[in-house]
């Protein structure tokens, strides 16, 4: 079965760069067609869309960030890496990775299975 | 403020019907885009309800069922059970800026 698990600090001081890794198990990153996203959820608000990369490296990210983020594949250790520049404390969040397939794109994407997030406090 | 307008809140008593509406625009669910669901239950990771706009993945009941009309999409659960109780959040891709997936705010269904 499919399952991924977020790791990397819980803490981060601002301005600090994040680094977060996916590792994952049941699907293989070198599969046509998946794919590996970033989603994050600040307490109590809504999930928002960071960044998603595919088994032929095809990178996308949230134009609202995409200056801050690099999402990156290690297909042989079955990891997605997400780093984050300059960190804020609105950047507080749970951080979550998840599996999807392109399908129709990209209209038919959507996350079929996620970790189980890992929560990023952003302070001094 | 999210691209996708949700009710906050919906309560229904048990064994009743809810829906959930999904409100786009032009640049997303207008253009044709697909809407999926997601139940993220108090304290877990959000899980895939529906996919492509009326599509249940295998292992969700048929109580949850999924529609998309011009704008707007919804999701409708009948036959409500106490373990509905969550929040539910939709999904589209957007193609304003250089496009983007984007969620709805989410909508807090209480079961009474």
């Known amino acids: 079965q499919i399952t991924l698990k977020e790791s990397g600090p819980t803490l981060v001081k601002p301005t600090q760069t994040l680094t977060l890794t996916c590792t994952f198990s049941g699907f293989s990153l070198s599969t046509t067609g998946v794919g590996v996203g970033w989603i994050r959820q600040p307490p109590g608000k809504a999930l928002e869309w960071l960044a998603l990369i595919y088994w032929d490296g095809d990178k996308r990210y949230s134009p609202s960030l995409k200056s801050r983020l690099t999402i990156a594949k290690d297909t042989s250790k079955n990891q997605v890496v997400l780093t984050m520049t300059n960190m804020d404390p609105v950047d507080t969040a749970t951080y979550y990775c998840?599996?999807?397939?392109?399908?129709?794109?990209?209209?038919?994407?959507?996350?079929?299975?996620w970790g189980q997030g890992t929560l990023v406090t952003v302070s001094s | 403020q999210s691209v996708l307008t949700q009710p906050p809140s919906v309560s229904g008593a048990p064994g009743q019907r809810v829906t959930i509406s999904c409100t786009g625009s032009?640049?997303?669910?207008?253009?044709?885009?697909?809407v999926h669901w997601y139940q993220q239950l108090p304290g877990k990771a959000p899980k895939l309800l529906i996919h492509v706009n009326s599509n249940r993945p295998s292992g969700v009941p048929d109580r949850f069922s999924g529609s998309k009309s011009g704008t707007s999409a919804s999701l409708a659960i009948t036959g409500l059970q106490a373990e509905d109780e969550a929040d539910y959040y939709c999904q589209s891709y957007d193609n304003s800026l250089s496009g983007s997936w984007v969620f709805g705010g989410g909508t807090k269904l209480t079961v009474l």
């Open positions: 998840t599996h999807t397939t392109r399908g129709q794109w990209p209209t038919e994407t959507h996350f079929d299975y």
């Open positions: 032009s640049s997303n669910i207008g253009t044709g885009y697909d």
